[in-house]
């Protein structure tokens, strides 16, 4: 016995729904998840580092730059060294951890001075690096 559909034939219209919706879905996880990456807004040349940054969830980001005229900045906010402090002190019950974007031109001192005004106020301090190549 054969048996026979009287169905008409579906288009491939019927397919193409799902498959748009797939990579919909794809477009906006990859223009959303680069979002993710923790940027400071002010562009800064990392130094290079073999060991990955882990475990700091919502940080507050302070970048150090090599500029002279302002080289300071919290939340990409320029400030001064006191602005800072008082800034850090504010945010104290949202996060106490801190990542430094340091320009590897930058002194020294200069990150050492931010590291440790986060450091007087409980912050754990991170400094920020890219992986070596």
Sequence with gaps: MKLESHLPKQTFWLYLGPVLNVLLILLIFFLLGSSFVIQSGVSVKLPESGFPLRDFHHPLVATVTANSDQFLYLEGRP???????????????ESRQLIIHADEMAPFGRVQEVANSALSLGYEVAYATQPAR
């Design 79 to 93: 400030v001064t060294l006191l602005e800072m402090r008082k800034g850090l002190e504010e945010k104290k019950k």
